[in-house]
């Protein structure tokens, strides 16, 4: 079953945009993770933010996480047509050697 | 390329049918991941083995089996195929060298259809 939801489930925007993602989980966490998927491919591990973290950046790319409200945004700034892609959240519950529980995804069609 | 890598890319059975799906992880790396993902169940989380020894259970269902072998690649092995185990098996790794990390490295994943 999945963790949590993401929102929204498409993105459409125009290149140089900024795309905001948005996921929300059920129980508690360890970390949380930002993947990207490339059409039928494998993951790419973009970012992970720790739960005693509020916000962390990684290039053009901005994390926030709310414990209180079980929630994380990811931001792209900047957007650029090789950012068109699935991106997926997913929760650790446990530091280590643990699953990764993941969200339901968001499209994100950059438009040139 | 994240250094994990699977085979067969794609593969193409009949219902009842068995099959096994292969990984070799990154070099160093002692954790593997098994995922399968389909349109109606998304992205899930099958099993994990440690160093050759069985670490966390997902929805992994009783015809699926996995192992992981001393030289640290792992095998997928799914029986009595049904029409709905047509998914994307991902296999992924992590723990370079014993040292524990969340962060997993995605192969690009074994196409499986069912006829």
């Known amino acids: 079953s999945q963790q949590g939801e993401e929102d929204p489930q498409a993105l459409s925007i125009q290149e140089g945009e900024n795309a905001t993602m948005n996921c929300s989980y059920k129980?508690?966490?360890?970390?949380l993770q930002w993947y990207r998927q490339n059409s039928g491919r494998g993951l790419v591990h973009l970012i992970l933010?720790?739960?005693?973290?509020r916000e962390k950046h990684s290039g053009r790319l901005r994390v926030t996480l709310d414990t209180s409200k079980k929630s994380s945004s990811l931001l792209i700034t900047a957007s650029r047509a090789a950012d068109t892609a699935s991106y997926f959240c997913?929760?650790?519950?446990?530091?280590?050697?643990?699953?990764?529980?993941f969200g339901t995804g968001t499209r994100l069609t950059i438009i040139p | 390329d994240s250094g994990v890598t699977q085979t067969p890319k794609h593969l193409i059975t009949a219902t009842g049918q068995r099959v096994t799906l292969r990984c070799s992880p990154r070099?160093?790396?002692?954790?593997v991941y098994w995922y399968q993902q389909s349109l109606d169940q998304g992205l899930q989380f099958l099993i994990q083995?440690?160093?050759?020894?069985?670490?966390a259970k997902g929805n992994i269902l009783e015809r699926f089996s996995a192992q992981q072998f001393p030289d640290l690649h792992s095998e997928l092995n799914l029986s009595s195929l049904e029409l709905g185990d047509s998914a994307l098996y991902f296999c992924?790794?992590?723990?370079?060298?014993?040292?524990?990390?969340?962060?997993?490295?995605f192969g690009p994943g074994t196409r499986l259809t069912v006829l």
């Open positions: 070099s160093g790396d002692l954790s």
């Open positions: 083995y440690y160093n050759g020894e069985e670490r």
């Open positions: 992924a790794s992590s723990a370079r060298d014993g040292i524990l990390s969340n962060e997993q490295f």
């Open positions: 997913a929760t650790a519950s446990n530091f280590g050697n643990e699953k990764l529980t």
């Open positions: 129980t508690s966490i360890n970390n």
């Open positions: 933010i720790r739960s005693n973290e």
